[in-house]
């Protein structure tokens, strides 16, 4: 055999023996040194042996724990949103109890001042208490009151500080700065995890049992406790107390300096919010009667003998109520049997006597107001006349301070611009005017974005159809829209005007999403029903996060333009 | 009586909610329970100007500025920003959320907490960079949420800084 010959032939004997394993290990190698088939691999071994790992000491897990620690941390850091959804149900809960646990002493106080009056009625409560396994101060207040503002607190909006506090215990819930700092807290969470713009308040909180109102002012808020339930009216009552605060402390308002001193009167103020509605039937003394009190020595002297106590002392309470509204001079308040008859003085623009007066007036059957008209200067009559007379864009706020200075803000047009200041000095109560913060349009399609943005429209509790008064609303929004889209159309841009529907958070999600849809339909075809072309339109639902309030049922419009 | 509102800012686990147990409550725990979102403590502290209500927020700690909720500061009177010591980035942190801070609410009182400061062994910082804060303006004040060191000092000083 010649040398080569045997080369080749052992090397062809070397590949009969050898190229099984070396096709092998040239694909070990392969496995081993690329990723992608590595991976492939362990994805079918890991899990078993995690699994086997997982028993005995675990070492797996302890040496996973501190990666496992660092990827949490850094998901919540980049993305905060998703981990307050996640945690929302906890956070609201452990909220809900801190809340609860301060007002609980409160009805341990309650309970306390109730255990030492005793009459059949009581003896009554007493035992329905017992077998139902509620307190006393419970039963009390639910036999007694449709509802009852219990407490009554007023927050500085920028730092969350408490300004005022009234309560009808006479021992104050322990942790009431707490309670007000953690209500702005709460807010600030569910705005900033619900994607809520920051003007849009938070109307109401239900804790416990409780309700929470929340009446949103430029400088501070009120919130308001109570228990049972509360009719719409309420929040009529609580913005006239918010606004009062406001023309009164608006200096120190201003640069708040966290001086409770400032506030020390806030409290007289704040008791005309703590309403109540007594359960049909129950005839009794309260607060009512407190403030009657006072009123009485007046009374006695004249009418003594003429009308039994009660009679006295309900007309001074309806004189007393009447009195403490804006715009009403009261000379004489009448029992004649079945109606009450009125005489005095009241502004036309302040609230009907029947609207004031409320439950007040129920035992008559009518109401007789021999009230002579007459311009009354308190600031909120001044304001409200202002807005008359001046007809401001629905882009301007107007606002009037203590001192009788009228401040105009948000967008308008030069033509209004020039009517706010000409015609504004010439108003009664109105001493000075101010315009700079009000921003000058320059045409007539940015005003009417303006306009449109800032309007909305309420509604009540799940109503989707539009009343007669809402309906009127929408023809005058539409005339805008109307305007908008054909100037739009001039300049070969194409107006998309998106109706939001809100809805509050109470009832299912199905049935709120589908509510909130069907509003910002109805405003829709109201809109088309007025001649514009319906696909201007898109709608949106939205599920507001936290139950009750006003404005959380409501219609906003977003305005876009798009090219053709 | 006054009321201030004082907020604690810094990264994350530097002790800003230990100091606040420590200030509050005169507790201490090892454990570390990240805050999320807020938490709202108060006590009362006696300045010169009288008996004041500190209402202070504990929030999360906040490496990120943009994330920082600016709503949460609004209306503060003060801040305290927290340093570990012995994690000298969160100093880095620190000057960035104080920058933050200057430009949104203007200068306000604050004071800087070198934290953790009873551990020794591990401190980082050094005592030059320190004293370059200090010539750059800052009350600096070394404090333990463990031991309570100079935590009462902390918050009455601010509070002085803050009725004045
Ligand atoms: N030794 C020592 N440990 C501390 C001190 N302060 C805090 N710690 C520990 O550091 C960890 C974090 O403390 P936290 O107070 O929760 O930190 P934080 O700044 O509130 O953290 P976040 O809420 O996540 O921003 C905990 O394990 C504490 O026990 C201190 O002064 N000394
Ligand atoms: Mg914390």
Known sequence: MGDAEEKEALERLRRLLLSPEQARLTELDADLSEPARLAAHLRKALPLAVKQSAGAESRLGQALAPILEEVIQTTIRRNPRLMAEILYPVIGRTVRKAVWEAWSQLIQTVNGALETRISFKSLKWRWIAWRTGRTFAEIVLAQTFVYRVDQVLLIHRESGLLLGHETRATEVAKDKELVSAMLTAIQDFVRDSFDIAEETPLGALEVGGLKVWIEQGPKAYLAAVIRGNPPAELHAVLRDTLEQVHFEFEPVLQDYRGESEDFATVGQFLLGAMRYERQVGEEGSGPWYALALGLVPLFLVSWFGFYSFQTRHRLAVIQGVLDATPGYHIVAVRDRGNYLKLEGFRDPLASPPGVVLGPLADRYQWLEAELTPYIALHPSLVLKRARRSLAPPLSVRLTLNRQGRLSAAGGADAAWLARFEAGAPLLAGVTAVDARDVVVLKTRSELLVAELTAWELRFEVDQAELSEEQTAEIAMVAAKVAELNSISRAQNEILVVEIQGFTDASGSRTHNQELALRRAESVRAAFVTRGIPPDVFRVKGFINAVAGGDRDRRILLAIQFQQP | ?164
């Not at chain 2, 994690?87 to 200057?102: C, F, I, S, Y």
Request: hydrophobic share 45%.
């Open chain 2, 1 to 164: 009586m006054l009321q201030k509102k004082v907020c604690l800012l810094g990264s994350f686990s530097v002790g800003k909610t230990s100091l606040i147990a420590q200030f509050v409550h005169g507790i201490f725990g090892e454990k570390y329970l990240t805050t999320i979102g807020v938490k709202i403590d108060k006590r009362r502290v006696t300045t010169e100007k009288g008996e004041t209500t500190l209402v202070i927020w504990d929030l999360n700690g906040q490496d990120d500025l943009q994330k920082v909720r600016l709503a949460n500061l609004r209306g503060s009177s003060g801040f305290l920003f927290v340093v570990d010591g012995t994690r000298p980035a969160t100093l880095n942190v620190v000057l960035e959320l104080d920058a933050l801070v200057q430009r949104e609410m203007g200068a306000l009182p604050r004071l800087l907490l070198l934290n953790k400061c009873d551990l020794q062994d591990e401190w980082l910082l050094e005592a030059s960079r320190v004293e370059e804060l200090r010539a750059a303006g800052w009350h600096v004040k070394r404090t333990s949420a463990k031991t309570g060191e100079q935590v009462a000092e902390a918050f009455g000083a601010l509070a002085e800084m803050m009725v004045r």
